[in-house]
């Protein structure tokens, strides 16, 4: 049983009153998203009793309730990382809050590193399945069967008419999409070029340290998700020179208006 489904419940308390359409996991800085809503309500995660704090530059460690034209959004300004120390089923509870509130679709992004060739920075692309290399999994340990089965299916974690939606709309607005695999490790440390090509050969198109536990832990609780990474750099032996987190966040703010005209549109249409 998840420890902190209690946390996930006083959140649920403090945010409670109006129910999300859906909810929408934003990654490393892509957080202005959430400011472009009309806030309903806003908590700092520091006011959730047993939260844990976020350290990674380019996450607020903020909720937004909010309205998108006729949707009501739960968003994340950032989220909780493995590679900080946290449990693996502390890194879930931004989709254990959503479950809390009633909401059974949930955007996810990330910021990843390029693997596939034909790929760039600042490639949005959206996810069609993924590896899990990360060495954890959110579900460990004790199954509570209220909430979900002790052996959830993972043939389609990415729903497939929302990825055909979002490809549609991309086009529509004239920004290229590409689609791929996404694989996860623990990190913090990037990859080294020896892993990428390992990877490569394993048939990811991109690399993230995030996403995956909070898409298990979805379709644990029968919530349809769709993914899209934001390509911020490429991988290890294929970058030209070292990698710096800097590069992501620069990358991400370059695309930010780009990415939130699809999420927008995304989230107004599915």
Wanted: glycine share 10%; aromatic share 6%; proline share 7%.
């Amino acid at each position: 049983m998840n420890p902190y489904l209690d946390t996930a419940r006083e959140a649920g308390k403090l945010l409670a009153g109006t129910q999300p359409d859906i909810t929408v996991i934003l990654g490393s800085g892509l957080g202005e998203f959430a400011d472009r809503l009309d806030p309903i309500k806003t908590l700092p995660t520091t006011e959730i009793p047993g939260y844990p704090h976020s350290t990674v530059p380019g996450h607020a460690g903020r909720i937004v309730l909010g309205r998108l034209d006729e949707k009501v959004v739960l968003a994340f300004q950032g989220r909780i990382h493995f590679y900080e120390g946290y449990a693996a089923q502390a890194v879930v509870l931004p989709v254990m809050i959503a479950r809390q509130l009633g909401c059974d679709r949930l955007l996810v992004t990330n910021a990843a590193g390029g693997i596939n060739r034909q790929f760039s920075p600042g490639d949005l692309m959206l996810i069609t399945d993924h590896i899990n290399l990360m060495g954890m999994n959110p579900l460990l340990g004790v199954n509570d069967e209220t909430l979900g089965p002790r052996f959830p299916d993972m043939s389609a974690p990415y729903d497939p008419a929302w990825i055909e939606s979002a490809s549609t709309i991309g086009h529509e607005l004239g920004i290229a999409l590409q689609r791929g695999i996404l694989m996860g490790l623990s990190g913090p440390s990037y990859e080294t070029p020896a892993e990428i090509r390992m990877m490569d050969r394993l048939g990811a198109d991109a690399a993230c340290m995030s996403t995956i536990p909070e898409v298990i832990y979805a379709s644990y609780l029968g919530i349809r998700v769709l993914g899209i990474s934001c390509i911020t750099n490429l991988a290890s032996g294929i970058a030209s020179g070292p990698l710096d987190h800097t590069e992501v966040t620069e990358t991400a703010d370059r695309v930010k208006e780009k990415f939130t005209r699809l999420v927008g549109e995304i989230i107004r249409r599915i």
